[in-house]
């Protein structure tokens, strides 16, 4: 905290303050104008709560302060929760900003959160360094002393841990006084010692502990070793799985509520799934109190810099009811009360529209029923005859518009009339006597005669589809009603059949569900998919895919895999919420049942595929583990399908379980990509696009003739863009070819005054681009430098035709060049494809060589690389050698060579080596 005489020296100079901002606020707030814009810029995404609670206040608040004003707002998400804020994503975002403001500048910008504030305060944009800015959602005040107090004024979320404490006391009678503060780490949670110091003296002691867990898992199990303790929530929203996936909020709250101890929040936003409440900081009051700063700066009024947040007194009511608690009368009237159940009459309201409705209708039912019984007393003699006249025009329609048959109690056929005899093609001879099991059809299974003589047997009709068959032997169907005709005893004459030919709607719904059924699991396939997504205006649709199932296929067989397959959609078709659909071959679609509900839809989805990747599956008795990745999307069903496969291809670039589409992260990804493609359009005009070299060592002797080519991207002022970045957007722009011409011809051009050897890489699309061959076959004739060239080749970019990749190898080692293999050990089926390749190299990925230390199953498959390689005369390579115990590790395990940080890093220029054996990598 600042000192109390500094803070009061901030307040002091409030109205020079005011003055300042007031002038930097611009000449267009003037009084005649009309319009301001606003832009808001948030730290976290727009699915925060606490995001979208300080927004909503903001806004509304502004506009009631300010309604002579046209207010348009501009908001963007940082999105720190999930993307780390670098200094290059900044200067992206920047530029992105300034060009969608161009000529249109703010007038007044609203910050929410510390990542937000901090990164307005780094802006170097000349034409918005003016503006001034208000914020909220900040914990404590030592930060802000770097902040230009001309242009900064805001509200300081205070962290009330005393009110708090005091209300759990007041509410457990029977407390330890054991104290949970648990939340993530943040800002928030690091500011509550002293008010748990100062609570701890007015209550005679509190054993308090501050608990910080990423892992939910491991949240849950400290709160489970704390018998007796209460908690206090400081924030539940950046909780991780143990996949390192953010934890749905609902979800982690019904995680630490499910403990058992009673659960305490300090933010509105988790006062809800179990959560009792509290006095809670409230992001619609901040927001509403930044809107205050806001509004008076803008009307050039005197502010003071820094506002306290207010607190809200907040209680779940079923939390309440559920733990017993009994919170004063003056805490009830002071409170905000969410969850309450609704009153018995409203829960219960079509109950009791029923009864009333029932009684109404019994009222008029009986006054009816006197009326109706002194008129049928007249009209009796009358209505018999008349009865007996339309019972025979009725049995004349019937006979004339169906087609009807009759037996007696035995089950023999007594009557038929023409149209059967027309549609079953045997004549009245032919059936009357006989039984009717005469037209059945051999299919039909026995069960269904059961059903229907025992239902008219006790007097019932019995009514479903047949299918029989005619004298040619072809199938009809039939919608079928037979109805007992009884005796005055009660017992059955005879038996009517009355039936209406449904063979053509029967036949037309077997086509359509060839059309629209996959054949070998039988869900609805990709055309069924889109006839139910046009019946239908906004859907949530969620698009599974199973990881390298290709390599799956290979490695089990075709049959095999189909099981799998269908194994796959029992699991997806076994859960009632969603409509299942194959619409690839390894691809599923999950359609919700139930509109809206996004959020849970999300939820719902990211523990199916989690469930999916965690159990296995049999096959024969052995056991496959799955992996899936999922895209989701919601709104609009026109587009949905288009949105849940971006949101897919996303998950899968980024590595990543579950993507759900994000329109601001499209956006800025987009952004990023036109950015970034134009700076490698710039640096390959220019040549500062170069290959950079890593030197790789011989583990037996210690000689260093060898070196890895890593492409970088040299940007204007000099720093240096990694491939990471630079390569996706290459290829998404066309100039991935570009790329790999440039680092070709300049670790050629290093190699003119160097004997090293030195790989580049090839991509499997540079492989198949003949134009590409030819350019690599011209330059390495033109230099007389392939024997000191390896081209490398990666196993896991996706090889589809091995045949097409070992005939390449052939040629290029005709030519005098050698071949290495990267990132072996990451595919089903290396092995059977590594000995049609005939390759000289062997590097084994980096994802083994990390844990080859402390791992014996690590250890067992080097081992077992390092033995296959030498079988087929393919040297060894490990990547990722980052300390001294790995390198000992994997020479102790054979290793030929090693590559890593722990022996040199990546450097512009390559050694002047001499009498070195050809051999080595590069990768881009």
């Known amino acids: 905290m600042l000192a109390m005489a500094h803070f009061r020296s901030l307040v002091a100079c409030a109205s020079l303050l005011a003055l300042l901002i007031a002038w930097n606020a611009g000449s267009a707030v003037a009084a005649g104008s009309a319009r301001l814009e606003v832009a ?23 506009r009631r302060a300010l309604p002579d004003r046209r207010l348009d707002f501009a908001v963007e998400y940082l999105d720190a929760e999930r993307i780390p804020i670098t200094p290059e994503y900044g200067r992206v975002f920047e530029t992105y900003f300034a060009n969608k403001h161009l000529g249109d500048t703010p007038r007044l910008i609203y910050a929410t959160g510390k990542e937000a504030l901090d990164f307005l305060a780094a802006w ?42 005091a209300l759990i006391r007041s509410l457990n009678p029977d407390w330890n006084r054991h104290l949970v503060l648990l939340g993530d780490a943040s800002a928030a949670q690091g500011a509550m010692r002293p008010g748990l110091d100062a609570a701890s003296r007015k209550l005679g002691g509190v054993e308090a502990e501050i608990l910080s867990s990423e892992r939910i898992d491991r949240a849950v199990s400290l709160l489970r070793e704390r018998p007796g303790a209460v908690v206090l929530l400081t924030t539940a929203g950046g909780f991780r799985d143990y996949a390192g996936e953010l934890v749905p909020l609902d979800a982690a709250l019904a995680a630490l509520t499910a403990v058992g101890q009673p659960v305490y929040a300090m933010d509105e936003s988790l006062v809800r799934a179990g959560v009792v409440g509290g006095h809670v900081v409230s992001g619609t009051k901040q927001g509403e109190a930044a809107a205050e700063l806001g509004a008076r700066i803008l009307r050039r009024e005197a502010v003071e810099p820094l506002a306290d947040s207010p607190t809200v007194l907040m209680f779940d009511s079923q939390a309440l009811d559920r733990a017993g608690l009994r919170p004063s009368e003056a805490d009830r009237q002071a409170a905000v009360l969410v969850n309450v159940p609704p009153h018995w009459i409203v829960r219960h309201q079509d109950l009791v529209v029923l009864l009333l409705l029932g009684l109404g209708l019994a009222l008029v039912g009986a006054f009816a029923w006197v009326l109706r019984q002194n008129r049928l007393i007249a009209r009796n003699a009358r209505s018999v005859e008349a009865a007996s006249r339309l019972a025979d025009e009725y049995r004349r329609v019937v006979d004339e518009t169906n087609i009807v048959s009759k037996t007696d109690t035995r089950g023999l056929i007594t009557y038929v009339n023409d149209a059967f005899v027309n549609v079953m093609g045997y004549s ?30 006790a007097g019932k009709s019995w009514r479903r589809v047949v299918k029989n068959r005619t004298k040619s032997g072809e199938a009809v169907y039939f919608d079928t009603t037979i109805t007992a005709i009884l005796n005055p005893d009660g017992g059955a004459r005879e038996f009517i059949a009355v039936r209406t030919d449904v063979t053509q709607l029967i036949r037309q719904e077997d086509l359509i569900r060839e059309q629209t059924t996959d054949p070998l699991t039988g869900l609805l396939n990709r055309v069924g998919l889109v006839q139910d997504l046009k019946a239908r205006r906004s859907a949530n649709l969620a698009i599974l895919d199973v990881n390298r199932f290709k390599e799956i296929n290979e490695f089990v067989g075709l049959q095999r895999a189909d099981r799998l397959l269908v194994a796959v959609a029992e699991v997806v078709r076994a859960d009632s919420r969603f409509a299942s659909y194959r619409v690839g071959g390894d691809v599923f679609a999950l359609l919700a049942i139930e509109e809206g509900l996004e959020e849970e839809f999300v939820e ?17 008795g052995q056991e496959l583990h799955l992996t899936f990745t999922a895209g989701v999307a919601t709104g609009a069903a026109e587009d949905v399908y288009t949105r849940a496969d971006h949101a897919l291809d996303r998950a899968k670039q980024e590595g990543r379980a579950l993507v759900a589409h994000d329109g601001a992260v499209e956006q800025a990804s987009l952004q990023n990509s036109l950015v970034l493609g134009g700076k490698l359009k710039s640096a390959l005009g220019a040549g500062r696009v170069v290959p950079w070299f890593q030197p790789i060592v011989d583990n037996r002797t210690g000689y260093t003739g060898k070196f890895e080519a890593l492409a970088r991207l040299i940007d204007e002022d000099g720093s240096l863009i990694p491939p990471n970045l630079f390569l996706p957007v290459a290829k998404k722009t066309r100039q991935y070819d570009a790329v790999t011409r440039a680092i070709l011809d300049g670790t050629l051009a290093a190699l003119e005054s160097s004997g090293a050897s030195v790989s580049i890489n090839l991509s499997i699309d540079d492989l198949r681009n003949s134009d590409m061959v030819a350019y690599l076959e011209e330059r390495l004739r033109q230099t007389q430098k392939h024997r000191q060239v390896i081209l490398e080749i990666t196993e896991n970019e996706g090889i589809d035709n091995y045949d097409e990749v070992a005939r390449f190898i052939h040629h290029i080692k005709s030519l005098g060049c050698l071949v290495a293999i990267d990132d ?23 994802s083994i060589i990390r844990n080859v230390v402390e791992d014996r199953n690590a250890q067992i498959l080097v081992r ?15 990547e990722f050698v980052s300390s001294p115990e790995i390198l000992a590790t994997v020479t102790r395990l054979g290793v030929d060579y090693s590559q890593g940080f722990h022996l040199g890093k990546p450097e512009p220029s390559l050694p002047a080596v001499t009498g070195a054996e050809p051999a080595l990598f590069t990768s881009s």
Not at 824 to 846: E, P, Q, V
């Open 40 to 62: 808001i810029i948030h730290s976290h995404h727009q699915d925060y709560p606490w995001t979208r609670a300080q927004q909503e206040g903001f806004m509304a608040a502004l």
């Open 124 to 165: 170097t944009n000349p034409e918005l360094v003016g503006v001034p800015i208000v914020f909220s959602g900040v914990v404590g005040e030592e930060w802000l002393n770097g902040l230009d107090r001309r242009r900064f004024a805001g509200v300081i979320e205070r962290v009330r841990v005393e009110e708090n404490v």
């Open 428 to 457: 009245r001879d032919e059936l009357i006597g006989k039984p009717h099991n005469v037209v059945r059809d051999p299919d039909t299974p026995p069960g269904l005669y059961r059903d229907m003589w025992e239902a008219i047997g």
């Open 604 to 620: 719902t989805v990211y523990a199916l595929v989690a469930r999916l990747g965690r159990d296995p599956f049999r096959l024969d």
């Open 824 to 846: 072996f050990g990451t595919g089903y089926s290396n092995f059977t494809h590594l000995m049609r390749l005939d390759a000289d190299y062997l590097k084994i990925d980096g």
């Open 864 to 878: 077992t690389l390092v033995d296959f390689a030498n079988r087929l005369n393919m040297e060894t390579i490990a």
